[in-house]
């Protein structure tokens, strides 16, 4: 089981933002816990789009606690192959 953080780098407002998932919903609540994002911010809850998108400084966080860094296109072939699941 792991989480995983995309190299995307997309604008919003003053931040720039990337995509944080993981194997499964219980690991992706434990890493936002453990990084100070907040559970509200989860989108496409229970769907294999499930996801939170995230400020560098969060990924830089989630990159020390163990999440593994993956390109955009590595992101989206893991969440096809969950969506086959």
Known sequence: MAVYVDDMQAPFGRM?????VADSTEELLAMADRIGVARRWLQK????QEHFD???SKRRLAVEAGAIEVSRMDLGRLLRARRGR
């Open 16 to 20: 720039k933002m990337c995509h944080m």
């Open 54 to 56: 995230i400020a560098l």
């Open 45 to 48: 809850a229970g769907t294999w």
